[in-house]
């Protein structure tokens, strides 16, 4: 079945250091999303990215879709401690609505 | 208030015992979802529907079920067969129409099976 692999499983950064997160998956995508869960809360929605070679930007947030629709990535500028949590990408498949998650990264910062 | 309920936040239960979750959406969604998320393992999918008395496995369906008579409700009942069913149990919901599919996830509860 499809996997989603999600690098790396945890990062420190110190306030103001940039981010990132890599996703892969072994199939061809038909969708991204992306997903920020604060300690202790449960996952809220991010983006999502459809077209191959997408790119979007949420202020400090930047979301890229490869080319080939089999990877992603999530590149916060200038953390700041408000950006803890874990951040999940999960990839759609044929059927757009079931999604498959990575086991996400576990951001900290120090401020 | 639009949004997804699952109840109770915490829940205890001694070993051998079957209890079921409970998850509540007003949101008009027709896909209900149900995860498993334990530490360092991301979000694993039991079950998911599509439409009412409908449903189909996810990844980890061994020792759960579930039901789907009303659109909004979304019942997981963890069964004594479940090994291991210590975990945070995750409630979403999605459209299935249009291009946004994003899922909304309820607050989650907590298990505990002593």
């Known amino acids: 079945g499809q996997q989603v692999m999600q690098i790396p499983q945890y990062q420190h950064v110190q306030e103001g250091e940039d981010f990132t997160t890599y996703c892969n998956s072994s199939t061809t995508l038909s969708n991204i999303q992306w997903y920020k869960q604060r300690p202790g809360g449960h996952p809220v929605f991010l983006i999502q990215l459809v077209k191959s070679g997408e790119v979007k930007k949420q202020k400090r947030l930047t979301f890229q879709f490869g080319e080939a629709k089999k990877n992603s990535s999530l590149h916060i500028t200038a953390t700041q401690t408000t950006d803890v949590g874990t951040y999940f990408c999960?990839?759609?498949?044929?059927?757009?609505?079931?999604?498959?998650f990575g086991k996400g990264t576990l951001l900290t910062v120090n401020p | 208030d639009g949004g997804i309920t699952q109840s109770p936040k915490y829940l205890f239960r001694k070993e051998g015992q079957n209890v079921t979750l409970s998850c509540e959406q007003n949101l008009n969604h027709d896909a209900m979802y149900w995860y498993r998320q334990d530490p360092g393992q991301g979000l694993r999918l039991i079950y998911y529907?599509?439409?009412?008395?409908?449903?189909q496995k996810g990844d980890i369906a061994e020792g759960y079920s579930v039901s789907r008579e009303k659109k909004e409700s979304f019942p997981l009942t963890v069964t004594s067969a479940q090994k291991n069913p210590t975990a945070f149990y995750l409630c979403?919901?999605?459209?299935?129409?249009?291009?946004?599919?994003?899922?909304?996830f309820g607050p989650g509860t907590r298990l505990t099976v002593l």
């Open positions: 999960a990839g759609g498949g044929g059927s757009n609505y079931k999604l498959t």
């Open positions: 979403a919901s999605s459209h299935l129409a249009g291009d946004m599919n994003e899922q909304f």
């Open positions: 529907s599509q439409i009412v008395n409908d449903f």
